[in-house]
């Protein structure tokens, strides 16, 4: 590889790191905004084994136009969560699906294992006018202005959900 392609592919490098978390951008939201555990630039912290995950609520205040036509024809909202066991860098393994949530808070009926790194989502479900819609799935954004960051991420599971670290002991 000639000293162009060596330059190229540190560029392709340095913007994976700086996407991934390894930079201090602030963190923006696309979707239902978390609530507990909270959105961070790092790992936040829940304080027990079965935390209660919380987000805002569905229609949110910014989703209705002047009038709010959109709020007005919104009817049968739903949620469904999703939680992975992760590494440093992305989600791995799939370990609680729920769909079907009526509120927006779930508690998990059995405990996460501790000390350890996962990823979190979650989106509404609802009807306007008798036809299904559905949000897309909530993720961290950075504000970095690169191409594929955040919800746009070609990768599933996105390595941009909303991350959490569980306590050594329950």
């Not at 790194?117 to 979650?122: C, K, L």
């Not at 990768?155 to 991350?163: A, G, H, L, Q, W």
Request: glycine letters at 12%.
């Amino acid at each position: 590889m000639g000293a162009l392609g060596q330059i190229k592919r540190a560029g392709v490098l340095l913007a994976l790191v700086l996407v991934m978390g390894g930079c201090t951008a602030p963190t923006e939201i696309t979707g239902l905004r978390p609530l507990y555990p909270e959105a961070s630039r790092g790992w936040a912290k829940v304080e027990t084994l079965r935390p209660t995950f919380r987000w805002e609520k569905f229609p949110r205040p910014r989703d209705s136009k002047p009038g709010g036509e959109l709020a007005k024809g919104v009817r049968n909202v739903t949620y469904e969560l999703r939680i992975w066991r992760g590494d440093r860098r992305r989600p791995l393994e799939l370990v609680f699906e729920r769909k079907g949530l009526t509120v927006p808070e779930h508690q998990l009926a059995k405990p996460l294992a501790a000390a350890t790194r996962y990823f979190w989502t979650v989106r509404a479900r609802f009807e306007i006018g008798g036809n299904p819609r559905v949000l897309e799935w909530g993720v961290r954004r950075r504000s970095l202005g690169m191409v594929g960051e955040g919800r746009r991420w070609p990768v599933v599971p996105n390595p941009f959900f909303y991350r959490f670290k569980t306590p050594s002991k329950g």
